[in-house]
């Protein structure tokens, strides 16, 4: 392909994925400090301590006095000590989230299942428009890529400009606009790397799902022989203290943020946690408790998982650069910034075209068939995402403890 060719093809891939990459961008930009968002605007979202003591039995207290007759669906501590612990309850046929400080159980709010990081995520994830919308975000992937690979042809001698100071921006002029597309773009390109990777992955990962083809760990033997079991008559399941006990002693290195118990009596009660791996997720580890008599079941290392699971594992980190704390999340967000409002998305590449083309064309000829369905897309998946992100049925049966004073 000669230099023309390639230009083409870049400004192609740039005006078809610009909206829709533009949206993607933005929620992703936008979900990486979503908890510290909620933390800025909500009281009920910020913990009273920083410190990393979880008190499960001052915890357990409070919801016992406070949430009679409720039941405990899960328990989870976010990584970043300066957020509020979130537990879900059951009650009667609703979810309730109660936000309590960690080191001393005391209730700082309360929440549905609507808030802000739900709508972000939902929103980049998959448009809020399920198998197709997730298809739709994963695959922009590949003409992220094509706009990477074509950027070296198109911008050549491309390694001069990271130091080239950009001409000034000027509304309806050309040059400004074409200087800080390269620049920025520059800078941003081992981000978008990362991005567009593990956006391959995922769509991989989509299709994969599927073809239900399985491509992660199987749950331990000693699990599946229990599902199987017939559930014991008139057995009481552990309380959060006794699980997280159990689950320490079994794995002593385990920082332990999540505990979920099981909706039947057959179903074991997960504990999950970190344990200084490098780029995993929370579920890469993972201790498996009968409910009943808080017998350990499995123990399950992130350091053990076979290649395919420990990239599964490893691709959220790297996506939302949640890995290394608020540092990691705030470069993430900075350079996802440069992606959405001035790199080769919309707000650039769209506009750049228009200059060029806007003494031969109308609006609506230089939009085409493309355009407007990116546009179309994006619109309806904000809407739909307003009014769906709110809405999560809760599990008819639910094997944990009824809360009692």
């Known amino acids: 392909m000669n230099a023309k060719q390639w230009f083409n093809l870049h400004s ?39 410190s990393s003591i979880t008190n499960y039995q001052a915890i357990e207290n409070t919801l016992n006095k406070h949430y009679s007759g409720a039941q405990v669906l899960y328990l989870q501590r976010h990584k970043q000590e300066y957020l509020a612990l979130e537990v879900a309850l059951k009650i009667d046929d609703a979810f309730r989230f109660i936000y309590l400080d960690a080191a001393t159980g005391h209730v700082l709010g309360e929440g549905e299942w609507a808030r802000a990081s739900r709508f972000l995520r939902n929103w980049h ?153 490098i780029l995993l997720r929370l579920r890469a580890n993972r201790v498996y408790l009968q409910p009943t008599t808080g017998t350990v079941l499995a123990v399950q290392k992130g350091e053990d998982l076979p290649l395919i699971p420990r990239i599964k594992d490893t691709a959220d980190p790297l996506h939302f650069g949640n890995f290394a704390g608020l540092g990691t999340k705030l470069i993430w967000a900075l350079f996802g910034g440069f992606m959405s409002f001035v790199s080769a998305v919309s707000a650039v590449g769209i506009y750049m075209s228009w200059l060029r083309v806007r003494r031969k064309k109308t609006v609506f000829e230089w939009l085409g068939i493309s355009g407007y369905v990116a546009i179309g897309l994006a619109i309806f998946s904000l809407t739909i995402t307003g009014v769906s992100f709110s809405e999560r049925s809760v599990p008819k049966s639910l094997y944990s403890p009824i809360l009692s004073e």
């Open 12 to 50: 192609w891939a740039g005006l078809f994925v610009g909206v829709l990459l533009f949206v993607v961008c933005l929620s992703g930009t936008l979900a990486t400090l979503s908890h510290e968002i909620e933390y800025l605007t909500d009281s009920k979202y910020r913990a009273l301590t920083s």
């Open 125 to 277: 994830m998959y448009l809020s428009m399920g198998w197709i919308g997730n298809l739709i975000v994963t695959s922009l992937s590949i003409l992220l890529i094509i706009l990477l690979v074509s950027s070296f042809y198109v911008y050549r001698r491309w390694w001069q400009g990271f130091f080239k100071k950009p001409a000034q921006l000027v509304l309806d002029k050309r040059n400004g606009w074409s200087d800080w597309h390269k620049f920025l773009g520059l800078w941003s390109m081992w981000f978008m790397a990362i991005i567009a990777i593990t956006g391959l992955w995922y769509l991989i990962e989509h299709g994969l799902q599927t073809a239900k083809i399985k491509h992660y760990i199987a749950p331990p033997v000693a699990v599946s022989e229990f599902k199987k079991q017939i559930p014991t008559v008139n057995a009481t399941p552990i309380s959060l203290t006794q699980a997280y006990n159990a689950a320490q002693q079994a794995f002593p290195t385990l920082d332990i943020r999540y505990i979920r118990y099981g909706n039947k009596k057959n179903q074991p009660i997960e504990v999950r946690g970190y344990n200084d791996d």
